[in-house]
Nanobody
Framework: QVQLTESGGGLVQAGDSLRLSCAASGRIFPNYVVGWFRQPPGKEREFVAAIRLSSSSASYADSVKGRFTISKDKAVNTRHLQMDSLEPGDTAIYYC??????????????????WGQGTQVTVSS
């Protein structure tokens, strides 16, 4: 079992920055992938970014590439999503999730086994 605790959402203006955090606990292995997803109002959940716990190299959706960055924390199983140059289109509930399948690196929500509770990010124009 894996538990995910998210934090860091809020209300900001366009152009501002926010940092989301995802702390994983429980039975964790280095090959697990931590993914970030978001669900805008009235839309389906969509991929934002992902990183394998054993790696420093992340992948990003085209819509956030160059603005969002996943970083490590000194706590080994915590990852941050640094969001810069936020736009109103980034408004959504943001979720972190973990995929436990060995060797897979997916952008599909259905491939992720554990999910955080979600945190609201609202960007005003």
């Amino acid at each position: 079992q894996v538990q995910l605790t998210e934090s860091g959402g809020g209300l900001v203006q366009a152009g501002d920055s926010l940092r989301l955090s995802c702390a994983a606990s429980g039975r964790i292995f280095p090959n697990y992938v931590v993914g970030w997803f978001r669900q805008p109002p009235g839309k389906e959940r969509e991929f934002v970014a992902a990183i394998r716990l054993s790696s420093s190299s992340a992948s990003y959706a085209d819509s956030v590439k160059g603005r969002f960055t996943i970083s490590k924390d000194k706590a080994v199983n915590t990852r941050h999503l640094q969001m810069d140059s936020l736009e109103p289109g980034d408004t959504a509930i943001y979720y972190c999730a973990v995929d436990t399948t060995y060797g897979r690196y997916s952008d599909r929500p259905s491939d992720y086994d554990y999910w955080g509770q979600g945190t609201q990010v609202t960007v005003s124009s």
